[in-house]
């Protein structure tokens, strides 16, 4: 059984910053290589990517609307994943979903394995 937990979500004011964090647990070690990833979902929107990075944090990936902003970070083969967020916009509002996926990167939806339970991030105008 694997399990993400996501911390690190708050509220901020437009301009400012948050860092989120996710741990992956594993109740019996396998061993996996995985790559992590953020997600996030506004009210009345669907899910959408913001992040990856693969297992030796070499490879990263970001959405058009984030690159320049955020940065997703994790210490080579280390299953904890960071997300520096900076220049907050309110339309970053939203919850914020950790993935995993059991080798390479975590591109979409369909492509994790895992999902964390999300943690709220607002930014006030």
């Known amino acids: 059984q694997v399990q993400l937990v996501e911390s690190g979500g708050g509220l901020v004011q437009a301009g400012g910053s948050l860092r989120l964090s996710c741990a992956v647990s594993?109740?019996?070690?396998?061993?996996?290589?995985?790559?992590l990833g953020w997600f996030r979902q506004a009210v009345g929107k669907e899910r959408e990517f913001v992040a990856t990075?693969?297992?030796?944090?070499?490879?990263?990936y970001y959405a058009v609307s984030v690159k320049g902003r955020f940065t997703i970070s994790r210490e080579s083969g280390q299953n904890t994943v960071y997300l520096q967020m900076n220049s907050l916009k309110p339309e970053d509002t939203a919850v914020y979903y950790c993935?995993?996926?059991?080798?390479?990167?975590?591109?979409?939806?369909?492509?994790?394995?895992?999902w964390g339970q999300g943690t709220q991030v607002t930014v006030s105008s």
């Open positions: 594993e109740r019996e070690r396998t061993f996996s290589k995985y790559g």
């Open positions: 990075i693969d297992w030796s944090g070499h490879d990263t």
């Open positions: 993935a995993a996926v059991q080798s390479g990167l975590v591109l979409s939806i369909r492509g994790a394995d895992y």
